[in-house]
């Protein structure tokens, strides 16, 4: 009996895939925009259909990096705990914004990411919200899915953002 701990999680269009990335001393959010290839290899991997009520389970599978539209790590097993407290961003850094991804998605996510996050112009594919609210999901959606909606913070792939807008 294998009880590894599933430590990531992946949103693409289709499937929510639970599972564990070897990242090796990096942060997820690190360690997906220092990413070279097309491909993730996740390992012990639970395939959510978010289509019809399946499920599949991999002791390894590999997904296109393109595809995720959001990640999310729920155990930071990487990194400093002192570096990390130094590295917390000041309030006034962060903005509250609105992303809606690309069709066919049909979600809505509502946050806080730095400033310069979303619309830079060259740099990481991926960025942080913080606090998000993920709307679109029904409540009749798998228990996996409702996990999304108790997220402390989701790492987005830009790539996948159709349009953002932040508040005043």
């Known amino acids: 009996m294998d009880l590894s701990i599933v430590n990531h999680l992946f949103l693409t269009q289709r499937f929510l ?3 564990t990335v070897r990242t090796g001393d990096l942060r997820l959010s690190s360690f997906l925009n220092s990413v070279r290839r097309p491909w993730l290899a996740i390992e012990n991997a639970t395939l959510v259909d978010l289509r ?7 002791k390894t599978t590999t997904l296109r990096l393109a595809d995720v539209i959001l990640a999310h790590e729920f155990l930071d097993l990487a990194g400093d705990p002192l570096r990390k407290s130094l590295a917390v961003q000041e309030q006034n850094d962060f903005r509250m ?3 809606y991804f690309r069709a066919p998605c ?3 996510m509502l946050g806080r990411a730095r400033h310069d996050a979303v ?3 060259t740099g990481d594919e991926f960025f942080v919200v913080m606090e998000p609210l ?3 999901f ?3 959606d798998a228990t996996e899915v409702q996990a999304l ?3 402390t913070y989701a790492i987005i792939n830009r790539r996948q953002v159709h349009c953002f807008f932040q508040y005043e």
């Open 97 to 99: 914004l609105s992303v």
């Open 149 to 151: 909606k108790n997220m």
């Open 134 to 136: 993920l709307r679109g």
């Open 119 to 121: 619309d830079a112009g």
């Open 106 to 108: 049909r979600l809505e």
């Open 138 to 140: 029904d409540d009749k």
């Open 52 to 58: 019809q009520p399946d499920r599949v389970f991999a």
């Open 17 to 19: 895939v639970k599972g």
